[in-house]
T-cell receptor, first 111, second 120 residues
């Protein structure tokens, strides 16, 4: 079971780029990396998923180094509405390991 | 697409009563559904995994006789909290997955909005 480690909390000013790094030293060959966002009293929302190198979508980018032992979620120009908890999950295609949430990173965007 | 709903969104009940929470995948068929519990200021904790037509698999420490899971169809799973007590008060979240078996695609979980259970 690939365990993930993230910073407990981060603060950022509006308009800045925010990078949240997740460590997953025991990631397996078949594991992929998924990031979720959760607002209070809501279910997690899928942000981005990747296996290696870089993935970009309309809301974020995901950087994964060659050894895949870590990954970085990059949120460009954050706004107050990006204040949330961000979770990094690591698991295989069948989802067997993609079910265990770590502590997450509580991002607070400051005006 | 990929919308998961939960009903009710919140429920308050007396201690000793049973509460049923429904989880539905609205626009896709979910091969697997998961149930999580989340206490205030804490992360999500997986309770059980259910596949349509088979018994649920419970995580260690989760009482299967207390948290009854029924996955009757590819679009509906229910969680019944039997004889609820105040310590069962929590935020219950379900998710649905369509495992494709494609490594490059992976299979993300689609989460419901959650159900807030308060046991008095």
């Amino acid at each position: 079971l690939a365990k993930t480690t993230q910073p407990i909390s981060m603060d950022s000013y509006e308009g800045q780029e925010v990078n949240i790094t997740c460590s997953h030293n025991n990631i397996a060959t078949n594991d992929y990396i998924t990031w979720y966002q959760q607002f209070p009293s809501q279910g997690p929302r899928f942000i981005i998923q990747g296996y290696k190198t870089k993935v970009t979508n309309e809301v974020a980018s995901l950087f994964i180094p060659a050894d895949r032992k870590s990954s970085t979620l990059s949120l460009p120009r954050v706004s107050l509405s990006d204040t949330a908890v961000y979770y990094c999950l690591v698991g295989d295609w069948a989802g067997a390991n993609n079910l265990f949430f770590g502590t997450g990173t509580r991002l607070t965007v400051i005006p | 697409g990929a919308v998961v709903s939960q009903h009710p969104s919140w429920v308050i009940c007396k201690s000793g009563t049973s509460v049923k929470i429904e989880c539905r995948s609205l626009d896709f068929q979910a091969t697997t559904m998961f149930w999580y519990r989340q206490f205030p200021k804490q992360s999500l904790m997986l309770m059980a995994t259910s596949n349509e037509g088979s018994k649920a698999t419970y995580e260690q420490g989760v009482e299967k006789d207390k948290f009854l899971i029924n996955h009757a169809s590819l679009t509906l799973s229910t969680l019944t909290v039997t004889s609820a007590h105040p310590e069962d008060s929590s935020f219950y979240i379900c998710s649905a997955s369509t495992a494709s078996g494609n490594l490059l695609v992976g299979n993300e979980q689609f989460f419901g909005p959650g159900t807030r259970l308060t046991v008095l």
